[in-house]
């Protein structure tokens, strides 16, 4: 498994990719695995998206996490749309090119208009990056 692309180990794991679409696409896509504490949702830091030190660029790592953490507030309200309100980052550790990280969302209260989640990035064992966000939900078709 050493010598492995990334790719195949994670699949091996039970992660599955999700191209995507739109900006998320462009970096990337993301992975999914379920599992009894929840979805997890994984990035496989690309070349393209160090900063100027040489580590994954903060913008990339905020970019993933408004995504799972909307993903995960429209999927446990059922919610047809939703949108950000607030999205707090606190930057622990660089993340290397190359690595993967993964979150697991955790929805902490839950409103027929709001949902409010946290959660922390790791690679590894190490923390990456917390985040605590709101997100306005829609149930409307229109």
């Known amino acids: 498994m050493e010598n492995e692309p990334i790719s195949a180990v994670l699949a091996q794991q039970g992660w599955v990719h999700d191209s995507s679409e739109g900006f998320i696409a462009f970096l990337g896509g993301i992975w999914i695995k379920d599992a009894p504490e929840g979805r997890s949702f994984g990035l496989v830091a690309p070349e393209f998206a160090a900063n100027r030190n040489g580590f994954v660029h903060g913008g990339m790592l905020m970019s993933f996490i408004d995504r799972v953490f909307g993903v995960t507030a429209r999927t446990s309200s059922g919610a047809l749309r939703g949108s950000t309100v607030s999205l ?55």
């Open 88 to 142: 707090n980052h606190n930057f622990m550790t660089p993340m290397r090119i190359g690595d993967f990280a993964q979150i697991t969302p955790r929805v902490t209260r839950i409103t027929p208009r709001m949902a409010f989640l946290e959660g922390t990035l790791f690679c590894g064992e190490g923390p990456i990056v917390s985040a605590q966000g709101i997100w306005r939900l829609s149930h409307r078709k229109d």
